[in-house]
């Protein structure tokens, strides 16, 4: 196992013949064991390599977060290919996309897939190999141009034996690109394994934990949920209903025991008062990770959860899932505009602060810039936005290294906080202006968390606030605390109050459906 310890599949493989019995996956009443699975991804990956032969392109994966989802995403490990996750609830033609620029001739398929699944195969361009569970006949007939692949025919009982090496993908998901095309972020082995290694290492999981599971696949931080749940024989568990108020309630009747969200979903819950103390006693460690962490919402969690282990994390997905920690107790609460640390940067990677504006060294406060084993080698096909991305500071040799565009500032002790997009900072009469330290302020003003500002320029530029979750202030008395605190151009112009505030795909804040909302008006 030692010398297999940077590919992902070895290790996914050793866990399953270890852990046979216990259960890896429960949704619902239903639950799939590591026995079960291994038969499963060992079927669906001889498809793939039937599918592929030799050619080295991502397996896509299409559906819920269902049985033969996760167990496709294994069976590409163990194919030697990347898995490349494709989302229900994005729009075909992003999709199709995904599809292109990754290059993927193979999709698996589960039972949730069939209008995006026909949607897709309408491309006449591409012939895929697609592989399902059952292939009906129908769908032979009316996509003859297809290849569909049942994988009730591949059920040899020998593992096909893993070539891949530390340098290949494992992964590649896509996250939004500034020009309206998606970038493709490839995750290696190495990255991916780099990860792993801190986290088992750092915190103890055991096959008695139960995993919350409540990422699109299409976002990274699933991946910490997934991998880490079986390679510590754990039962990673996917709720059916994702609301807040369920959520509440599956962690309680499933005997959640390690937790992991954006800070969104906690936001969420307290504005519909369900972190009360001990109210989750059951969860031993909670993680959050993917925005920043309001400092209010991880007291209210810490109580809810008895006291113990509450862990922000930070990372970029070009980093691998996180590369910092900071852990919120009763003894350990360092903040600055109301938001958590986000700590020390893991001891096995590096970074530097720069001056966004000449790529210099900086100390105390900068952008933040990112080296080490878990940082990716560059965008998928995409050398100039690579170019824009990993850089070379002065005075760091041919070291090239992310800027992550997030404005951080480091105290004494060595901890990171959060202070803002880089892009975030706007201009507003000449005077530069950071959208954060606004929203920092009417939080505290309003007493709730769900605040963001934008920059309205579709005509003369101005600043627009929306707040959702009851403000314990109206309209005019948020501007006058603006006034006590902040230069004049800095006041927001109009305090728009909405129902409910619109969140992305990853559950985060969706602000550019709230600049889509005053084009609508």
């Known amino acids: 196992m030692s010398k297999n310890r940077n590919i992902l599949a070895h290790r996914i493989q050793y866990a399953f013949q270890k852990y046979g019995d216990n259960a890896a996956i429960s949704i619902g009443d239903k639950s799939l064991t590591y026995s079960a699975m291994q038969i499963m991804a060992t079927s669906i990956s001889h498809a793939i390599a039937a599918a592929q032969q030799d050619i080295t392109t991502p397996v896509a994966i299409l559906g819920a977060k269902s049985f033969l989802c996760f167990s496709g995403i294994c069976a590409s490990l163990f194919a030697s290919q990347a898995y490349m996750p494709l989302n229900l609830k994005f729009p075909v033609s992003r999709n199709h996309k995904m599809l292109s620029l990754s290059g993927a001739k193979v999709i698996v398929a589960d039972s ?52 891949n090496n530390g340098q290949d993908t494992a992964y590649l998901l896509f996250t939004s690109g500034t020009t309206g095309s998606p ?67 599956y962690i309680r009747d499933q005997m959640i025991s390690v937790w992991f969200s954006v800070p969104s979903a906690a936001i969420l819950m307290d504005k519909m008062r369900l972190l009360k103390a001990d109210a989750f006693t059951g969860l031993r460690l909670s993680f959050f990770c993917g925005e920043a962490l309001p400092e209010t919402i991880a007291d209210k969690w810490l109580q809810a959860v008895h006291g113990r282990d509450v862990i922000n994390l930070y990372g ?102 959060f202070m803002g997009r880089r892009d975030a900072e706007v201009k507003i009469s000449g005077y530069r202006v950071n959208l954060f330290e606004i929203d920092t302020l009417i939080r505290q003003a309003t007493g709730t968390e769900l605040v963001a500002s934008i920059l309205d320029d579709s005509k003369t530029p101005r600043i627009l606030t929306f707040i959702s979750g009851g403000s314990l202030q109206d309209e005019h008395e948020i501007i006058l605390r603006c006034r006590e605190e902040l230069p004049w151009y800095m006041i927001p112009e109009v305090i728009i109050f909405v129902d409910e505030m619109p969140m992305n795909i990853n559950g985060k804040i969706d602000r550019n459906k709230l600049k889509q909302k005053l084009h609508d008006q």
């Open 112 to 163: 949730h897939s069939g209008t995006m699944l026909k949607q897709l195969l309408e491309e006449k361009d591409t012939s895929y190999y697609v592989i399902l569970e059952q292939v009906h006949p129908l769908l032979e007939k009316e996509f003859p141009q297809h290849h569909f692949l049942s994988i009730q025919h591949f059920q040899e009982p020998a593992d096909k034996k893993i070539l």
């Open 183 to 249: 970038k493709g972020v490839p995750v290696s082995n190495d990255n991916v394994c780099a990860y792993l290694d801190h986290v088992l290492a750092r915190w103890s999981f055991n096959e008695e934990d139960r995993f919350s599971q409540t990422f699109d696949l299409t976002f990274d931080l699933s991946v910490h949920d997934m991998m880490l749940c079986w390679l510590s024989g754990a039962c990673l568990c996917i709720p059916e209903d994702e609301s807040p108020f369920k959520l509440a309630s």
């Open 316 to 417: 970029p997905a070009e980093a691998t899932i996180a590369i910092s920690a900071y852990t919120w107790d009763s003894e350990n609460k360092k903040s600055k505009n109301a938001v958590a640390c986000i700590g020390k940067i893991f001891e096995e990677q590096e970074y530097c602060l720069i001056d966004p504006d000449t790529i210099e060294r900086t100390s105390g406060k900068g952008e933040l810039c990112l080296g080490g084993k878990q940082i990716i080698g560059g965008y998928l096909n995409d050398q100039e936005l690579s170019d824009e991305y990993f850089v070379h500071v002065q005075g760091s040799g041919d070291q090239l290294w992310y800027r992550t565009g997030d404005m951080v500032e480091e105290d004494g002790d060595g901890d990171l906080f």
